[in-house]
């Protein structure tokens, strides 16, 4: 049973490009979570979504940021315009329903994104 | 807003020794708690979760407790080992139907062999 699948693993940008993040939920979840982890921070959160569905973007930057969640394919984390600020990991999880109990989130190893 | 807090950032010990790792929170209506462990270049592992009404829980070495009231927990390890080094996130969940996780900044912990 694959846990979150997230590639790549690591990215290299140079400023000014664009930043797309892959994550394949487990199998049989169907909401999907964004974390970023800045160097020397903790995670915050960025981004919950369900299939076709952003549920609480609260956490993402105004500009530049985007996710979404087809209903086929994987989640998707797509940053424009990348700056050196942007340099992070970024953290997937996934879970089976958003408001049951005892439904952790499970993470994914993360991609790591460096900007040159 | 929430803040959770992990003190101290980083902790050395001998192997064998048990230890207690803390995490405490700012708003006590929460959730659950869970407590994730980080390798170097990977992502979180879930050791324990506590729902908002229980006060502990307990996977092989390691125990957890939560007093909601005081927004404290704790993750106790036992008879530590080498492998047990590793960075100790503990995070919060707001309360049911919210999704966000709001974590500390950990404790990396180092096992002397």
């Known amino acids: 049973n694959a846990g979150v699948m997230q590639n790549p693993r690591h990215l290299v940008r140079r400023r000014g490009q664009e930043a797309r993040l892959r994550c394949s939920p487990m199998?049989?979840?169907?909401?999907v979570y964004w974390y970023r982890q800045l160097p020397e921070e903790g995670l915050k959160f960025m981004v919950y979504l369900q299939k076709e569905n952003i549920i609480d973007e609260s956490g993402m930057p105004k500009e530049r940021f985007s996710a979404e969640f087809p209903k086929e394919g994987p989640s998707i984390l797509r940053i424009q315009q990348v700056v050196r600020g942007d340099s992070a990991a970024y953290f997937c999880?996934?879970?089976?329903?958003?408001?049951?109990?005892?439904?952790?989130?499970?993470f994914g190893d993360g991609t790591r994104l460096s900007i040159l | 807003k929430q803040e959770v807090t992990q003190i101290p950032a980083a902790l050395s010990v001998p192997e064998g020794e048990n230890l207690v790792l803390n995490c405490s929170f700012t708003?006590?209506?929460?959730?659950?708690l869970q407590w994730f462990r980080q390798d170097p270049g990977k992502g979180l592992t879930s050791l324990l979760l506590?729902?908002?009404?229980?006060r502990e829980q307990t996977s092989g070495r390691l125990n957890a407790s939560l007093d909601k009231s005081s927004g404290r927990s704790t993750l106790y390890i036992a008879a530590s080992q080498p492998g047990d080094s590793a960075t100790y996130l503990c995070a919060v969940r707001p309360n049911f139907g919210n999704e966000k996780l709001t974590f500390g900044t950990g404790t990396r912990l180092t096992i002397i062999p």
């Open positions: 708003d006590s209506a929460i959730y659950n």
């Open positions: 199998k049989g979840h169907s909401h």
């Open positions: 506590i729902q908002s009404s229980q």
């Open positions: 999880a996934s879970s089976t329903t958003g408001t049951g109990e005892f439904q952790p989130q499970h």
